[in-house]
């Protein structure tokens, strides 16, 4: 018969051998984060790779429809066609009442927005993108995306 020391120690070392290991997150990788789903993948512990995965960032698509909640700038200097280089073979984004339409070769297509005052979240499959409307003239469009820099678009002339 083993003692009730040995079974306890015993019992210990099996539960430490099993217990969930905590990961090391890097705060600069979850400050860098380009959504809130990838920050809280690198939060549970998953690398910077998996974080970014597919696999680890996979929401389900928000089911709603682009509106303008208090718009700052009125939504016809908003909508339009936008490129950062007009000499460039395309354009970079198309808004309208619709939808958000990124030209990319993507197979996401248009993508629900909402814009309430001067913030604009844009919801793709696996991530939502929140930016800032900085400047709106009718003929520039200047967006602040993600903590990244200012981007200044022109419209687009057909």
């Known amino acids: 018969m083993r003692s009730p020391l040995f079974l306890t120690l015993l019992w210990i070392f099996v539960a430490s051998c099993t217990a969930p290991q905590n ?13 809130d789903s990838v920050a809280l993948a690198i939060r549970q512990g998953f690398s910077w790779a998996a974080a970014e995965s597919s ?14 909640i208090n718009p700052l700038f009125p939504p016809e200097k908003l909508f339009g066609i936008w490129a950062i280089d007009l000499s460039a073979p395309h354009a970079d984004f198309w808004l309208d009442e619709d939808a958000f339409y990124l030209a990319e070769a993507d197979e996401e297509g248009n993508r629900p927005y909402i814009i309430d005052e001067d913030s ?12 800032k409307i900085v400047r709106a003239t009718g003929d520039t469009l200047v967006l602040h995306f993600n903590e990244g820099e200012e981007s200044c678009y022109l419209r687009w002339k057909e």
């Open 23 to 35: 990961k090391q997150v890097k705060s600069d990788q979850v400050a860098r984060a380009a959504s």
């Open 55 to 68: 696999v680890v960032n996979k929401p389900p698509p928000p089911v709603l429809n682009s509106r303008i």
């Open 120 to 131: 604009i979240k844009i919801y793709y499959k696996n991530f939502t993108a929140r930016g």
